[in-house]
């Protein structure tokens, strides 16, 4: 009996107390923001909750609930910078969510808090509330050489872990892969990506390992790449393609923590061995063969933006999007032995024996707002090897994007420009958004040089779950210089483009556009005909681009 009388009191005592712990508390004063906790800046943090709710699909809930998995709890805590016993730092909170929101299975996350008085004073309760977008979906991928279509599980089961499997046809050979992603690696704790593809005449393969990321302001960060693509076709119509390599890459952060930006001197490795020979008849603007072996130690310093301005007006359904308020970019130089040798349509080969090589790779961007109701995004891109003054496998592209709030939709003007010099035999297609691309005859789309510049004013017009589908008014203009050798054509060429389309525009960062034109050539070089026509276009969100290019497949 005195056992029970025990137990029973015990109970009564720590009951209490757990189901606190499994529960948010009820409170008066709640406080709601996808952005940060200002007014409670500095109060003791009592307890953290985390909420997750399953995606809103509509007519198809029914089917959903039964497949979906929601998101686990504790893959949304492991990217918060606040714990209990901490108090609230602004810029944590910031942070927290920011990186919350570029989970792609999320479709918004925001943190409420909650004082609530209790007898010894009043406690501060913090509920971080997400929502899981719908994350099984097709892909499918076209260029001139390989086409893609596959589906990806970017939330599996839960945990956060991004699954892929593809088929896929390249240069008219028959292939499957597979693609996977963990910010955990796996109970590792690295950041894991893989991807493997398997055809009939070669294989890609591609492992990258980080340290991962705990905040924006780490003290040193860490990566490794390795990839190897091999392509032997039996028939000389296709290309034949061996690029292997590695980059190993340190960091170590040279700025106080509490900086705007965090400065990164970097240093590490890398090697390469690539052998491309192009098909006959290839679309190239450089040497049609290609042997390089570089192996070298490198140096470089990046920078990152640890203060963000948020805008609501860019995307319909007033999704934050955050605008980083310094000026961000990485740049590698590799230095070491190396040898090129390098084969044009006509003409001998150029031999160079093993002497010393330099290998750039750089990124620099920056954006702003000029107003609360205007953001400008300009970036620069260069990569390249430099031999005994002489430059080859050079790229050089730059962008400028500016867009304005409107009366239900955005004027939105994108110029862009990109200047090819001895491109390796794979490259094939220039990587500037061209809005006229499709007025532009495939014989002289890829270029040595192109400019590309257009305007539009789009207007939401319906909502489609995370999807809105909008209306747009457009002109386009494109310039090419310099086609390549199969185009049989060495003058310029300019087209001139109005039109009018519609578009699957996301209602959260991160997502893809999907673009139907309908245009009119209303000026065009002489010698081609100005023929209206309809075009599809999927553009990828902005950010996915911003950074320095690498060797391989990422």
């Known amino acids: 009996m005195v056992a029970m009388r025990i137990s029973l009191a015990v109970a009564t005592a720590v009951l209490p107390s757990l189901l606190l712990g499994q529960d948010p508390p009820q409170c008066s004063s709640v406080l709601k923001s996808e952005v940060t906790l200002g007014p409670v800046s500095g109060h003791r943090i009592d307890s953290v909750f985390v909420e997750t709710a399953k995606p809103q699909l509509g007519r198809l809930a029914s089917l959903g609930e039964k497949i979906h998995v929601r998101t686990r709890p504790e ?69 001139s050489t390989s086409q893609r279509i596959g589906l990806t599980e970017r939330n599996l089961l839960g945990t956060g872990r991004t699954v892929g499997i593809d088929l896929s046809s390249r240069n008219g050979s028959l292939g499957a892969g597979v693609t996977t992603f963990d910010a955990f690696g796996f109970g590792t704790g690295m950041t894991t990506r893989a991807q493997y593809h398997q055809y009939s005449d070669g294989s890609a393969r591609s492992i990258s390992l980080a340290r991962r990321q705990a905040s924006l302001m780490d003290k040193w960060r860490g990566e490794l790449d390795l990839y190897d693509q091999q392509y032997e076709p039996k028939d000389a119509v296709s290309d034949n393609f061996e690029r292997a390599g590695a980059e190993l890459l340190g960091g170590l952060r040279l700025t106080p923590r509490r900086a705007a930006h965090g400065v990164y001197l970097l240093a590490g490795a890398e090697s390469e061995n690539t052998s491309l020979i192009a098909a006959q008849n290839a679309d190239v603007v450089g040497p ?7 192996t070298g130690p490198q140096l470089g310093v990046s920078v990152v933006s640890a203060r963000y301005d948020t805008l609501t007006w860019l995307l319909p359904g007033g999704a934050v999007v955050d ?46 707002l000029p107003t609360r109701r205007s953001r400008i995004v300009s970036d620069i891109w260069a990569s390249g090897y430099s031999r005994a003054g002489q430059w080859q496998s050079n790229r050089t592209r730059a962008a400028i994007s500016a867009e304005h709030a409107a009366s239900n939709g955005v004027w939105r003007l994108s110029i862009a420009g990109e200047h090819l010099r001895e491109p390796d035999p794979d490259v094939r297609a220039l990587g500037i958004y061209d809005r006229a691309l499709a007025f532009v005859p495939r014989r002289v789309r890829f270029s040595e040089s192109a400019f590309s510049l257009s305007l539009e004013r789009t207007r939401h017009l319906k909502s489609f779950g995370p999807q809105e589908l909008d209306a747009s008014i457009f002109g386009a203009v494109s310039k ?68 320095r290019e690498k060797n391989g497949l990422y």
């Open 323 to 368: 605008v980083p308020r310094t000026v961000e970019g990485e740049f590698l130089i590799g230095m070491g032995r190396g040898s090129v040798s390098a084969r044009d349509t006509a003409g001998p080969p150029e031999i160079s024996h093993a002497n010393f090589m330099t290998h750039y790779d750089g990124w620099l961007g920056h954006e702003w």
């Open 288 to 294: 049609i063969r290609v042997e390089r072996h570089f």
């Open 480 to 547: 090419r210089w310099d086609p390549s050798s199969t185009a049989n054509a060495s003058e310029d060429f300019m087209v001139g483009v109005a039109g009018i389309g519609v578009a699957l525009v996301p209602r959260r960062p991160g997502r893809a556009t999907v673009r139907l034109d309908y245009g009119f050539p209303v000026t065009v070089s002489p010698g081609f005909k100005r023929t209206p026509r309809f075009s599809i276009t999927i553009l990828p969100w902005l950010e996915t681009s911003r950074h």
């Open 75 to 143: 893959v949304v805590r492991r990217e918060l910078l606040f714990a209990p016993g901490d108090t609230v730092d602004t810029l944590s909170v910031a942070e927290s969510l920011r990186r919350l929101r570029k989970l792609s299975f999320l479709e918004y996350a925001r943190v409420e808090a909650r004082q609530c008085p209790t007898q010894s004073g009043e406690t501060l309760s913090l509920t971080v509330v997400t929502r899981d977008s719908w994350t099984t979906r097709p892909d499918f991928r076209a260029s």
